[in-house]
């Protein structure tokens, strides 16, 4: 994979301000907050998108983020807060080292804002989640 900003915040070579670290794991604010406490958690390793993340840094950061968000909680004082995590730029990714962000969500103006269209589920429901289960246990 080739070297991101994030690469380079882990390696020391650019500044942050660091909330949490690990041997698997780093945390530190955002530079561009959506809200007060924005704060975002990364692998040390360097995958691009969650499904190319190994099985132990998921573990890793499923093991701390609620312990981080916990800490954004306490200290914004904001019990509301979005997890994000987007893969590849269609989806909003632009920093290509696989990363969550805690937004908390003090108000209407700051935080996430989302744009929700939902769909309905229809006759495809069978077929894709057979589909799905499958490629899951593959
Ligand atoms: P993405 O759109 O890729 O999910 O979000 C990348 C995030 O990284 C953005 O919210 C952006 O503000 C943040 N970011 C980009 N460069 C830096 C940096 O050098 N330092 C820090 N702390 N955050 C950064």
Redo the contacts with the bound molecule.
Sequence with gaps: MSET??S??IAGQ?P??RVYEDVHVLS???????APG?T?VIPKEPARTLDELSEESAAALGRVLPRICRAVKQVTGCAAYNL???NEAAA?????HV?F?IIPKPDEVRGLGLRWNPGKLGNEAAELARALSEAVSR
Excluded: E, T, W
Excluded at 28 to 34: A, G, R
Excluded at 92 to 96: D, I, L, T, W, Y
């Design positions: 900003i994030f380079r915040i650019i942050c301000h530190f604010l955002d530079i561009s907050p959506l924005h975002l994000l995590q987007n909003h990714q632009a920093v290509f990363h962000h």
